[in-house]
């Protein structure tokens, strides 16, 4: 499984999260809203300090990964973070690993 962040999507936490190099941003699986997996379960978001890394990407110095307790909840796709342009908003998209 691997982490895609679109250009965009770089831009959307440069402008809305003050990411720096160096900072690290989780994905994680939160109990509530639905996902095309899991309902009951979402993605979440946050700006954390590592435990124990499954997945990373790093792009500009930044950092973004997922804890490995919380992998099962991609059913084995990858993540693609992208920008939903009308909304301005993260939008994530779910792509079958190769």
């Known amino acids: 499984m691997k982490i895609v962040i679109t250009d965009e999507a770089l831009d959307w936490f440069k402008k809305e999260m003050d990411i720096e ?3 690290y941003i989780r994905f994680y699986a939160r109990y ?3 996902s095309p ?3 009951a379960f979402s993605l979440g978001m946050n ?3 590592p435990l124990d890394v499954g997945v990373v990407t790093t792009v500009q110095g ?3 990964y997922i804890e490995r307790d919380d992998i099962w909840f991609f059913n084995d796709h990858d993540l693609h973070v992208i920008v939903n342009s009308k909304l301005d908003e993260l939008a994530y998209e779910y792509k ?3």
């Open 62 to 64: 930044v950092h973004f």
């Open 47 to 49: 700006r954390e300090t």
């Open 37 to 39: 997996f899991h309902e």
């Open 21 to 23: 190099p160096g900072d």
């Open 96 to 98: 079958k690993s190769n």
């Open 32 to 34: 509530g809203g639905s």
